[in-house]
């Protein structure tokens, strides 16, 4: 056994689950008429009801006793104050001082930090002004291309932390956002992709944000290869065509060489992950829809969740509270997944977001000291929006034989129909419940088991403050699963073997090294190709 298996909190979590697993909730409600409120909490325009879940005043004990022991009020002071705990890269993970507005965030030579840190707040500022100016100017239909068109399609070109934020982001605040601008994702490899983002728009006003942190990720160069042929093909290949690019990337020497004036780059830095880096640059296509003044709201939103997630205790912090049922469910319950709802389709990307963030985060099999863990990690997140999931996959969550807890995200309030607003929130309240209370019937295929559990997150209204608070929520939640699990949420290891053996491959290098299924697979494709 692992040294976190064989410990007192996780040893007592063990025995306490086997004494609550029969446990039906229902019963729980029926003695205990405060239960809702009991298990609710407020912070912000953040709404928590965790009562429907399969656990008593004693589970919640344990489990806060097991976030004493991980120590996780430590990691959270680590992680703001700049030490390196990003340990396999030896790299602070300071996503939070992107939205920080105090003066210096992390002041050099900060306890723990293992070397002077740059304040970084001066970079953080000066990159967001600069962001902030080019937002303004575009949206004032004051930049233009190579023949004086002011441009106002936007089309981003990034993949994965470089793609889901801002297009997350540009969808949820579609309210906030100005009409009179298009834009556009472009993430895939597949031709298709930028083929349909480049569908009806005028190359003469086009802007192309190559978003890249490394500046290296092949999908991306080869979508900014085909926008550039692209614009030639319309306005010829003049070196003007420049005026067309932007750039977000932490090598600006690679941006520079491919082509993007220094003046449209814009910095990220390595103690920022891409998937946390949406309040970065890296969210510059949706500073430039929803305009800096909704940026800032957003940053504020995020701002109050990092100070809540910092100042509250244990017991009453909200990231902890769902990263301890979410190791409760895991590890405990032996859930393999995990579904995340948002009732509104300005949150459609949300569950491909929050994806990339724990999976990508805490999908891994050694601890922070290297050592094989014992334990499952990160659950498979996956979701979509409702009501479009009643329709495809909540016949498995009330009937299937898999235990899903789910995250019901329920807006409450909005700028549309109110009552077919009030239809969203309806049925996720229904669903909620139907999958808490289950249905008794004659027949057995009518029956709905019930006992299923489901966090509900009620939001007032999505605008930019909720949204940047909602989002932090769930970035904070990761960070707080890592630590309960002793492992290293910043980096992704496992995705760079993957890279590499699709270039050896691309190259035609050493495939008496592949596989032979693959060998097998490049002899039947061969002929295909040509
Ligand atoms: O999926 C691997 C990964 O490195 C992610 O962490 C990152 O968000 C994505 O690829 C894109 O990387 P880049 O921003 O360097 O192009």
Redesign the pocket.
């Known amino acids: 056994m692992s040294k976190l298996t064989d410990s007192p909190a996780w040893r007592a979590l063990a025995e306490h689950q086997r004494h609550i697993a029969p446990l039906q909730m229902h019963d729980l409600f029926a003695a205990d008429h405060g239960r809702a409120k009991r298990y609710s909490l407020e912070f912000g325009a953040i709404y928590l009801d965790y009562s429907r879940h399969r656990i008593t005043d004693d589970t919640l004990r344990l489990l806060f006793e097991l976030a004493r022991q991980a120590n996780v009020g430590a990691w959270i002071e680590r992680m703001f104050s700049g030490e390196h705990v990003n340990n396999s890269e030896n790299r602070a993970a300071l996503h939070v001082a992107l939205r920080a507005d105090q003066e210096r965030f992390p002041t050099a030579g900060s306890e723990g930090t293992s070397d002077v840190m740059p304040d970084v707040m001066l970079m953080v500022r000066a990159a967001r002004a600069r962001a902030y100016a080019l937002a303004d100017a575009l949206r004032a239909g004051s930049i233009s291309g190579a023949t004086g068109k002011p441009l106002c399609h936007i089309v981003n070109l ?7 934020g801002p297009r997350l982001l540009s969808r949820a605040m579609r309210c906030q956002s100005d009409s009179s601008l298009t834009l556009r994702f472009a993430a895939n490899a597949d031709p298709a992709d930028l083929d349909a983002a480049l569908a009806g728009l005028d190359p003469e006003r086009t802007l192309f944000i190559i ?7 092949v ?2 160069l080869s979508n900014a290869r085909r926008a550039r042929a692209w614009l030639a093909a319309s306005l010829g290949d003049a070196p003007e065509l420049s005026a067309h690019f932007a750039a977000v ?2 090598d600006e020497a690679k941006a520079h060489a491919w082509g993007v004036p220094a003046e449209r780059i814009f910095p ?1 830095w390595d103690w920022v ?3 946390f ?1 949406m309040w970065s640059s ?1 969210g510059l296509a949706a500073v430039i829809a929803a305009g800096p003044a909704h940026f800032d709201s957003l940053l504020a939103g995020a701002r109050a969740m990092d100070a809540h997630f910092r100042e509250a205790p244990l017991e009453r912090n909200m990231p902890v509270i769902l990263a301890l049922l979410s190791v409760w469910y895991s590890a405990f319950f032996g859930a393999e997944t995990h579904a995340l709802l948002p009732y509104l389709e300005d949150l459609r990307d949300f569950p491909a977001w929050a994806q ?1 963030l724990q999976m ?1 985060s805490n999908g891994k099999g050694v601890d922070r000291d290297g050592q094989p863990v014992d334990y499952p990690t990160a659950p498979v997140i996956w979701g979509s929006s409702g009501t479009l999931s009643q329709h495809s996959f909540h016949q498995l969550l009330h009937q299937g034989t898999r235990l899903v807890p789910a995250d019901f995200i329920v807006p409450c309030s909005g700028d549309s129909d109110a009552a077919a607003q009030h239809l969203l929130i309806v049925n996720a309240l229904a669903q909620g419940s139907a999958l808490m209370t289950g249905a008794a019937a004659a027949e057995p295929y009518r029956v709905l088991p019930g006992n299923k559990p489901s966090s509900t997150i009620l939001i007032d209204k999505l605008e930019p403050h909720a949204l940047g608070q909602l989002l932090a929520l769930y970035e904070h939640k990761v960070v707080a699963e890592a630590a309960l699990l002793n492992i290293n949420p910043f980096d ?1 290891w496992g ?2 073997f993957g ?1 590499s053996v699709a270039q050896s491959i691309e190259r035609g290098q050493q495939t008496e090294q592949l596989d032979a299924s693959t060998q097998s697979l490049l002899s039947r494709i061969e002929p295909w190709r040509h």
Do not use: I, P, Y
């Open positions: 990034g993949v994965g932390g470089s793609d889901l978003a890249s942190k490394t500046f290296t990720t999908e991306t990337t932490a990220m992950g891409g998937r880096s890296v990339q990508e992704q995705v760079e890279k």
